[in-house]
């Protein structure tokens, strides 16, 4: 019998889920992923553990996501391709099972020369794409890659990640098409900063029926500091920072910018709520997780839904 993660009975019941993303110490202190842990609990139906991000070497995601199952968080495993080949896929897709993490974000990862070891040498045997179907396979058909039966096959609520903001923007739809029909159930998208083009791209999504086929669960995050956002607005590629952000941030005084910040964050999830297709907001506040609760509480998503 299939085991269902909070997740997908919160996705399936058609409420507004919402999830979080944690980010795991550059240590092997469970104490760091417990402090996050006990932020978020009671708060969020799914919460995210970064494998590697930026190509940093960090605690890995299946083991903090255990620290966090301890404090009743239904964990979303982040796998990347950068850093393992389909063999080492597919042991650790099998090993996070057995440990009774239901859920599975699919991720190509970011390259080696973007981390703290650009030495090291990425493996990227399959992309997320790939990623997606081998793990749906695994699941649905009984199988490995190379066409080998399971016996206990891992059942996992399958995601991916869609950045709605990159160029060449026409092509993003086709992208999310892909992942969806490759097996993904449900999608985590870039921070939405920019609503309106967020909109459009949503708009083209239901257009060809998307929505029907995989919950679309939109990024927002609070922005902490004008610095920050300009950082993200000229920095990283594939984010959409409005200049009206930036400019909404600048009437307040310095001190009231990380409150106006976390509004700016509840105002986005308000207009999300009412977007077609949009089944739910992943708050981005890595090292900045007390927010959490301000936020989902604000935005009106609070108490969360029990099953």
């Given at each position: 019998m299939k085991t269902k993660s909070n997740l997908e009975r919160i996705l399936e019941a058609g409420y507004f889920a919402v999830t979080a993303e944690v980010g795991p110490p550059q240590s092997a202190d469970a104490e760091e992923v417990r402090k996050?842990?006990?932020?978020?609990?009671?708060?969020?139906?799914g919460f995210n553990v970064t494998d590697g991000q930026t190509a940093v070497?960090?605690?890995?995601?299946?083991a903090a996501c255990l620290i966090g199952k301890e404090y009743g968080l239904d964990p979303i495993v982040q796998m990347t391709c950068r850093d393992r080949n389909r063999i080492a896929l597919q042991m650790d897709i099998l090993g996070i099972a057995a440990l009774g993490i239901n859920n599975i974000l699919c991720l190509t990862g970011d390259h080696p020369k973007f981390g703290n070891h650009p030495q090291a040498k990425g493996v990227f045997d399959v992309d997320s794409v790939q990623l997606i179907?081998?793990?749906?396979?695994?699941?649905?058909?009984?199988?490995?890659?190379?066409?080998?039966s399971i016996s206990h096959e891992p059942r996992l609520f399958i995601g991916a990640a869609e950045n709605p903001f990159a160029d060449p923007f026409d092509f993003r739809v086709l992208r999310l098409k892909k992942k969806v029909e490759a097996g993904a159930d449900f999608i985590q998208t870039q921070i939405v900063y920019n609503v309106e083009k967020f909109k459009e791209w949503m708009k083209r999504v239901c257009d060809i029926g998307l929505d029907q086929k995989v919950k679309i669960i939109a990024g927002v995050s609070p922005i902490k500091s004008i610095g920050a956002a300009k950082y993200m607005k000229t920095k990283i590629p594939g984010m959409d920072v409005p200049d009206e952000v930036i400019t909404r941030l600048q009437s307040v005084p310095k001190d009231q910018v990380p409150k106006e910040g976390i509004r700016l964050c509840v105002d986005i999830i308000r207009q999300l709520k009412e977007i077609k297709g949009v089944a739910g907001v992943h708050i981005m506040a890595i090292e900045w997780e007390e927010t959490v609760p301000e936020i989902v509480e604000a935005a009106g998503l609070y108490p969360r839904p029990k099953f």
């Open positions: 996050k842990a006990k932020l978020l609990s009671g708060y969020v139906d070497v960090r605690m890995a995601s299946w179907k081998i793990v749906k396979d695994m699941r649905d058909e009984k199988r490995f890659q190379n066409g080998e």
